[in-house]
């Protein structure tokens, strides 16, 4: 395969990614939007929090103050401070890999979820890992806020949303951007470790705990540093690509 062809490839790959994990947790918007009108918002500040707000367990969270009183306030405050905590370190990870500046870089900052680091991350190279986050952030961003409106609208003519399925839409797109890449012993254990941990912790703590404790599981295969720098203007894809510490030890 030519390098011309190996790079169209690479980029179809990574847009396809980007858009499952971006249409299957926009999805779920629908159920903000519907339980923030049941909480007693209105249509437009259902969706002033999305548009703002953008990260969806604090606002969920928020709207559980609303509907269950001034003594949830403690438990969804800590939950909502894990959450800035996890992107926080998220930040961390992607500042040098984005290389952004200015208003860019307040955007960027805006759209550091969950699902644009798993993408970013997961790419083997810089080129890609910018166009995984970028695509998987504003796919998103944009279906998350559409979805919201819908929800908000509808309110609870749509019933239950777990009946649709639509809860489990982001963990199964998750599952399927992660199962490709447990090639070797060491990844399959700190995978194995980390659901442990995230299921036994999951009942008792707030939202947010479990992914942030299951992510010690990374110990097990410390990361070693990059050879290079990762490049800012698009010409990564010729530098060593990026590995985790489990794929340097197999």
């Not at 290389?99 to 190279?125: K, M």
């Not at 890992?129 to 796919?139: E, I, M, Q």
């Not at 990844?187 to 912790?201: D, Q, T, Y």
Request: net charge neutral; hydrophobic share 55%; proline share 4%.
């Amino acid at each position: 395969m030519t390098t011309d062809a190996r790079r169209a490839e690479e980029r179809r790959l990574v847009i396809r990614e980007a858009l499952s994990v971006g249409i299957a947790t926009g999805a779920y918007g629908i159920s903000f939007g519907a339980l923030a009108v049941s909480a007693g918002l209105d249509v437009w500040q259902a969706c002033a929090l999305s548009l703002l707000m953008f990260t969806g367990g604090s606002q969920f969270a928020f709207i559980g103050i609303i509907s269950a009183g001034l003594h949830a306030a403690p438990a969804a405050i800590a939950a909502s401070s894990l959450l800035g905590v996890r992107n926080g370190l998220y930040a961390l990870e992607l500042t040098q890999l984005l290389g952004v500046r200015g208003v860019r870089r307040l955007a960027a900052a805006h759209i550091t979820i969950d699902e644009s680091t798993a993408v970013a991350v997961s790419q083997s190279h810089g080129k890609a890992a910018r166009l995984g986050f970028w695509l998987t952030g504003l796919t998103v961003f944009a279906l998350w806020n559409f979805t919201t409106l819908v929800g908000a609208l509808v309110g609870n003519a749509l019933g239950d949303p777990k009946a649709w399925g639509l809860d489990a839409a982001a963990c199964a797109a998750f599952t399927a951007l992660l199962w490709p890449r447990l090639k070797n012993r060491d990844a399959v254990a700190i995978a194995v470790v980390a659901a442990v941990v995230a299921v036994l912790l999951a009942p008792a703590t707030p939202p947010g705990v479990p992914v942030i404790v299951a992510a010690l599981a990374a110990f097990i295969a410390w990361r070693e540093p990059r050879r290079g720098a990762v490049d800012t203007d698009g010409d990564a894809e010729d530098s060593e690509p990026r590995r985790t510490g489990s794929e340097v030890q197999s």
